[in-house]
């Protein structure tokens, strides 16, 4: 072990070799907080050819490695819990070769998102792929989870965004996929095995990402909805009218605890079962007209209680604290976090099954709704007792994913929508994906990971 740390040192520099208790627990969590962290060691390489060498040297002792990002993920994938070298990629973070003819950028796997949304911006450009960690999360932790967020029913998940990706494979080896290319009809496209790969298949320390156009100053709305029926309802005509960028749900248990957390004043007089919130680019005085008549046709049917316009950008942002504040409110319960994807169109069917099935088995349980209806993630958070300990929480918790499982199957639906698979989902892949795919996934990773030692035990 002495001479191993002594050649890592070499390769990164003493000071980015971290082996103090502090640094192992806290370079081998994430968000999750469900699992023990147990590192070897932390290592903080500077740039692709470190991440090789490193990668390199462990494959020479057969040292499992495991990728870090912001470690804001919520399913386990970049836990260490078996004495795997951490390999932090926060250093890697760099923004370079910004090319404004072809709106692309590189950047290292440690930028955060939120400094290449600002980039964007300064480029008078935009970087669209926003979620409610997007101040800490990482460019590289996005792209391995195919992170999606708050605005994919407009712009889509990280996967479209990516237009070239340096990868180190379990070898040591450096491969630079696609080169920013928008065309390139040669044959696999490898770039997009390794997006949404966990770190299971290669490290990624680099990539070339797209930028677009900004959007028109937004609007946001939020509505108080009584009957869940209604939430699709609105969706569906709100969608015929106008172009959304976002279309977020939540529970008044969920804005309970923004408020009590952020020490918000609540939106409305009245409190609704349930809240939605839209977001939509004001192109135009027509726009706002059309929104506004969806707004009053919505009334009139009886499916909202009441509403909010924002006025300004600053309101805009002041009505997005109560939907992008709830993972931050609840983290410290903690929560076990289901984040589960069905069609827009099934979503109150399946979150009403799922609801009553919860309530009816597990009373002790609080249980927080939110997500993303317009693209059918929805974000199950069950809340841990004060009274029940942890371990015993995870094991009641996993007694009832089968059930959970079994009725999102029924609907066709997903384990796991924009938080990978990791430690948590592992064990149900089966409830997505069918024995065919799973038998071809192994293959592959035995193919470019035979030794298992990238981020082993995770998504399969």
């Given at each position: ?36 962290a147990?590192p ?28 870090s990002?912001g ?33 692309t ?17 300064e ?75 966990e ?11 797209r ?6 100053e ?28 976002a ?7 969920a ?76 983290s ?26 919860v ?8 249980t927080?709704?939110f ?21 015993q ?6 007694e ?26 592992r ?18 990773k035995?193919?470019?990971d ?11």
């Amino acid at each position: 072990m002495s001479d191993f740390t002594e050649q890592l040192k070499v390769i990164v520099g003493e000071q980015y070799v971290l082996t103090e208790q502090e640094d192992l627990l806290t370079y081998g969590q994430d968000w999750s907080k469900l699992y023990q962290a147990d590192p070897l060691i932390v290592v903080r390489p500077a740039s692709t050819e470190e991440v090789a060498a490193v990668v390199k040297l462990c494959a020479q002792n057969s040292i499992a490695v495991v990728p870090s990002g912001g470690r804001t993920g919520l399913s386990g994938g970049a836990v260490a819990t078996n004495k795997e070298l951490v390999l932090s990629l926060e250093r890697i973070n760099q923004i370079s070769h910004f090319n404004a003819v072809d709106r692309t950028v590189t950047c290292g796997a440690g930028v955060i998102t939120e400094q290449l949304q600002n980039f964007a911006t300064e480029q008078n450009l935009y970087y669209p792929v926003d979620f409610a960690s997007s101040g800490s999360s990482q460019i590289g932790g996005n792209i391995a989870t195919n992170a999606g967020g708050i605005k994919v029913l407009r712009y889509g998940l990280t996967r479209d965004w990516v237009t070239g990706l340096t990868v180190v494979t379990a070898t040591g080896e450096i491969m630079r996929l696609n080169h920013g290319l928008i065309k390139n009809a040669t044959g696999y496209d490898l770039r997009h095995l390794f997006i949404g790969s966990e770190g299971t298949l290669g490290i990624i320390t680099e990539a070339i990402m797209r930028l677009t156009t900004p959007p028109k100053e937004p609007s946001v709305m939020l509505l108080a909805v009584s009957e869940l029926a209604n939430v699709s309802n609105i969706l569906e005509y709100f969608q015929s009218k106008i172009d959304l960028m976002a279309f977020e749900f939540f529970s008044q248990a969920a804005l309970d605890k923004v408020l009590e957390h952020r020490q918000l004043k609540a939106p409305f007089e009245a409190a609704s079962e349930y809240y939605v919130l839209i977001e939509f680019e004001t192109v135009s005085e027509a726009t706002t007209d059309e929104a506004l008549m969806a707004f009053e046709y919505a009334a009139e049917n009886g499916w909202l209680d009441d509403g909010l316009i924002s006025q300004s950008n600053q309101q805009a942002e002041e009505l997005w604290q109560y939907r992008e504040g709830i993972s931050e409110s609840i983290s410290h319960y903690p929560p076990y976090k289901n984040d589960i994807a069905v069609t827009p169109s099934k979503v109150g069917e399946f979150l009403t099954a799922v609801d009553d099935f919860v309530k009816s088995h597990y009373p002790e349980f609080e249980t927080i709704w939110f997500g993303h209806i317009g693209d059918g993630n929805l974000h199950l958070n069950i809340l841990k007792p004060a009274a029940m300990a942890l371990e015993q929480f995870k094991q009641t918790c996993a007694e009832a994913n089968p059930d959970i499982f079994k009725i999102l199957a029924s609907f066709n639906g997903s384990i796991s929508a924009e938080h990978g698979v990791g430690l948590l989902k592992r064990d149900y892949l089966n409830f997505s994906r069918s024995e065919s795919e799973i038998r071809l996934m192994r293959s592959i990773k035995q193919s470019l990971d035979p030794k298992n030692l990238l981020n082993p035990g995770k998504l399969i």
